[in-house]
């Protein structure tokens, strides 16, 4: 659909909300939040208003004299997002995206029982109990995860299965905790199954959060450790006080995926829970994106170009690069998260398998390596088909 000076715009009802830095625009009939500037929200309320096109772009070069401003380029944008509704009389046909579901979604769970594990009180005892947490690591280094927790039997297929059971059990309890917090702002939540690479892995849509100032939102994001550090809390208790119970091989697991799952969130090359807080706390809502065009510029020496990043990022220069940093110390923190944990697990897996079939054990760790040799081509005949999947959808 063309547009040009002469177009008569008409936008979609649109909620608009200052946020740190810019501003937040929701379109309430899909759902959708978009970040814009000032002269962005100033050009949208005159189009709202019922201005020309002309006479808008007057007005916004008279008003930011420093910002290029083309106005039918900004309408094409307007377009291009779904918040024009009409061009000229001409309904725009509008394509709603996944967000136009997000409505509705465990509004059954009343805010006061969201309220209830998340308010001001309810912050400071989560805090507390990831310091405790961490004071009694420090204090009880033999309390640290071991790769070998995860080894409770003689069967390896029964330590897989305990440990995935375990794992998506602790998984259910983060998002819930997700879902929880922003109940308690009587907001909907959607929790959905997805997959990274061959697991399977449910996420909760916290896409309404943007209704939210930063600071609430942050709670929200970091519901799900929240909960973590009340199960690691209560499972160092247990072990304290019954060293020798039956359950201390159960409770190691459980350390053990919390422990490692909390690295992970330190990940910053990743957008974890932990990254959008920072996001929150800086107001710069696009780091990662930005962050790897300077680790790009770095790795193929275009240090001349700098100046020209500088103007480009303008008061988010310096925070780009410090984030670049902790980008770097995410990918080594999975480096070393695979030779302290995931490595280990794997030789000592496959040389008891290996081991069992060439007959070192008994009768049943013969069969037991035979189903668990049949389950890992199972799961690699998987990987190759999702591989293969979405290489075809890209």
Known sequence: MNVSLQSEITLYPLSIRKDKKHYIVEEPISGDFFELPEIGVDAIKRLEQGEELATIEQALKNSYPDEEVDIVDFVE?????GLVQEVDGVHVKKELSKSSSRSGGFLWIPQSVGRLFFNEMMSK???????ANIIILILNPELFPHYKDIFLFDSMVLNILVYLSISLVLILIHEFGHILAIRSHNLPAKLSIGNRLIFIVFETDLTQAWKLDPKKRNTLYLAGISFEQVILFISFGIMFLFPDASIIGILGIIVLDIFIKFIYQCCFYMKTDVYYVVENLTGCYNLMESGKIYLNSLVKKHRKDEKNYKEIFQNEWNLIRLYSVFYIVGVVLTL??????IVPQLYYTYNTIYMNLLGAGDRAAFWDAIAFSVMT????????FVARKQKHEN
């Open 77 to 81: 944008q307007l377009l291009d997002l």
């Open 125 to 131: 005892v989560y805090l507390l109990l990831l310091i």
């Open 336 to 341: 070393v998260l695979a030779v302290m944990y």
């Open 377 to 384: 081509m199972f799961m690699l005949f998987l990987l190759v």
